[in-house]
């Protein structure tokens, strides 16, 4: 059942959304951000996902990523 409804939901978007605006790139915005450290890093493969190792005195804080390319 769940199928059929994000078979119909996916219709009723491609009805809304022209075709162009699923193909083209997103434009770039500015992040303004405050923050103690920054560390500029590339993505790692990690299964089905990607991976950042951060320094250990990191653990418990709150980060913010952006992804800049």
Do not use: C
């Amino acid at each position: 059942m769940a199928d059929k409804e994000t078979a119909d939901y996916s219709q009723e978007l491609e009805k809304l959304e022209p075709e162009e605006s699923k193909t083209a790139p997103q434009a770039r915005v500015k992040f303004e951000v405050y923050g103690e450290e920054m560390i500029e890093k590339e993505v790692k493969s990690s299964g089905n996902s990607g991976r950042i190792y951060l320094p250990p005195n990191w653990v418990g804080h709150t980060v913010k990523i952006i992804k800049v390319e």
